[in-house]
T-cell receptor, first 114, second 109 residues
């Protein structure tokens, strides 16, 4: 238990569906992140939020839409996804985005697009 | 471009020390060395980090060479549950945290 909770753990969706991934952290952290991990590939940073403001968008397609209503919650809204978007989506949080702060990860949402 | 080089895989006998090397020859003065591990299909788990000095916590020890161009993560008494992919990352800030392929450590009975 890392203090970062992701729901759902598994999700299967069709290419025309709209779904959302949720992340909640109970660590009092100010920064939250979305990562994508495709099969046989390294983790890829997608988005960074610091104090609810988006500070990084790593050239992510617009079919992925993040939302950070407060420092404890982070969402990833999904629409018209492609099968190649199937992956493990990981949320992380840290106390700030600085150099001497470790990030804690959730267990991830395993997404399958059919 | 993960800035680090790690062996693809390593084996270790249960109960023995596991020494995982990492080369980071282009590290700059303000970059920290972080280690995470990922057990199959779970989120990465933070292990330890350091800047210049050697560090130890309840999970592991981190030995950084004096020139900071390489480091070694030491798991003093490896167990079967330590089987995972271990990532060495050098970074200035969390937004710069890029994961490479890591080292797949297999602890054998």
């Amino acid at each position: 238990e890392t203090g970062v909770t992701q729901t759902p753990r598994h999700l299967v969706m069709g290419m025309t569906n709209k779904k959302s991934l949720k992340c909640e952290q109970h660590l009092g952290h100010n920064a939250m992140y979305w990562y994508k991990q495709s099969a046989k590939k390294p983790l890829e940073l997608m988005f960074v939020y610091n104090f609810k403001e988006q500070t990084e968008n790593n050239s992510v397609p617009s079919r992925f839409s993040p939302e950070c209503p407060n420092s404890s919650h982070l969402f990833l809204h999904l629409h018209t996804l492609q099968p190649e978007d199937s992956a493990l989506y990981l949320c992380a949080s840290s106390q700030g985005t600085g150099q001497n702060t470790e990030a804690f990860f959730g267990q991830g949402t395993r997404l399958t697009v059919v | 471009d993960a800035k680090t080089t790690q062996p693809t895989s390593m084996d270790c006998a249960e109960g023995r020390a596991a020494n995982l090397p990492c080369n980071h020859s282009t590290i700059s003065g303000n970059e920290y060395v972080y280690w995470y591990r990922q057990i199959h299909s779970q989120g990465p788990q933070y292990i330890i980090h350091g800047l210049k000095n050697n560090e130890t916590n309840e999970m592991a020890s981190l030995i950084i060479t004096e020139d900071r161009k390489s480091s070694t993560l030491i798991l003093p008494h490896a167990t079967l549950r330590d089987t995972a992919v271990y990532y060495c990352i050098v970074r200035v800030a969390n937004i710069d945290m890029r994961f490479g392929a890591g080292t797949r450590l297999t602890v054998k009975p």
